[in-house]
């Protein structure tokens, strides 16, 4: 089977030398450099989040990215993902359309509703209206990448009359959809004949081939060859096992338990940790031991796409750099070779 193998990160706060956060401006500049680092060692994908909250730098992705695009030669990359719910279709369509000339046709758009809430209130939106927003304003945008101009009308937002939009789109910009693996979610991509990428951030990674089944199978009934499906998951590598899982475990902990707070979860435990590495959704490891896990996830679940969410909380800018470095030299072509063995 063929499989890209991208990158993601929020931009998560790092430390530096003294282990005191880094401010914002550096951990951007930052994320910058890792994208180039991973444009020279063959990612196929380089993705960046967007948040509006302290412990993520990110929260105008697209100008990460064009920054990105103007230093690269050949990686793709794009958001992981814009929560085009709080957003207005026609101006991420159109800062899309900009970054996707600046790379020359590299771009791509990942498009959720947020598992972060932050943005809802900060831009005016009411979250009563969640589901309304997303399926209204992804309906704008599959219309927007679809022709020249858009006739199109709903309730979050002034209507289009035979409208165009600018700047026009001079390659394909591929667009995905990403969830959390709701059978709902996943039939709305089908809907707008949209790529699939799907958010598997703890528990068992196999379990969620039943959605890629409702995915495929909807296609099957459409008449239409299934449009690709990806996995986004968190992980780390590291040149071995034991480096990595000690090397991760603090800022992953610190991130998890943070975040946890906010939402009613208890604080991470190490077996747990320890579990999500033997059987769950963390890939964390040397290159062998990640490239084995990836492969096993691509074969199992019938995915054409693998982003590794590589940034986690304090961790520092010199251990992302050398996982981004791994990822490129030796897990991506591992992978490959173990599944073109079968």
């Excluded at 509006?52 to 929260?59: E, G, K, L, N, P």
């Excluded at 699939?196 to 196999?206: Q, R, S, T």
Aim: hydrophobic share 40%; charged share 25%; proline share 6%.
């Amino acid at each position: 089977m063929s499989l890209e193998l991208g990158l993601d990160t929020f931009g998560d706060v790092t430390s530096g030398a003294d282990g005191k956060p880094l401010p914002h401006a550096q951990v951007i500049r930052d994320v910058v450099e890792q994208a180039v680092v991973a444009d020279e060692v063959g990612v196929d994908f380089f993705g960046v989040g967007e948040h509006h909250r302290a412990d993520f730098a990110v929260s105008a992705p697209e100008v990460v990215l064009a920054a990105i695009a103007a230093r690269t030669k050949r990686v793709h990359m794009g958001t992981a993902v814009t929560v085009l719910s709080s957003d207005d279709p026609v101006r991420v369509f159109q800062r899309f359309s900009t970054v996707n000339a600046i790379a020359n046709g590299r771009a791509e758009a990942i498009l959720g509703r947020g598992s972060f809430t932050e943005s809802f209130p900060l831009f005016g939106y009411a979250l009563k209206d969640y589901e309304k927003l997303f399926e209204e304003k992804l309906d704008l945008f599959a219309a927007l990448i679809a022709g020249e101009s858009v006739t199109w009308s709903g309730e979050t937002r002034s209507p289009l009359n035979n409208q165009r939009v600018f700047p026009s789109l001079e390659n394909k910009l591929t667009t995905w959809v990403g969830v959390g693996g709701s059978p709902e979610s996943v039939l709305r991509a089908a809907k707008h004949n949209l790529p699939l990428m799907i958010a598997i951030i703890g528990g068992e990674p196999h379990r969620f081939r039943p959605f890629v089944e409702i995915h495929n199978r909807v296609y099957r009934e459409m008449g239409k060859p299934p449009a690709p499906v990806g996995v986004h998951s968190p992980g780390y590598v590291a040149d071995t096992d034991e480096r990595a899982r000690e090397e991760f475990w603090p800022s992953y902990k610190g991130m998890r338990d943070r975040i946890g707070a906010e939402r009613g979860w208890p604080p991470m435990r190490r077996e747990e940790y320890d579990r999500e590495i033997a059987v769950g959704s963390l890939y964390v490891g040397s290159p062998e031991t990640v490239a084995k896990k990836i492969a096993s996830t691509a074969a199992g679940l019938g995915v054409s796409r693998f982003d590794l969410k590589y940034s986690a909380g304090a961790l520092s800018h010199g251990n992302i750099t050398r996982c981004v470095e791994l990822y490129g030299t030796k897990v991506i072509p591992l992978a490959r070779e173990i599944l073109a063995r079968g």
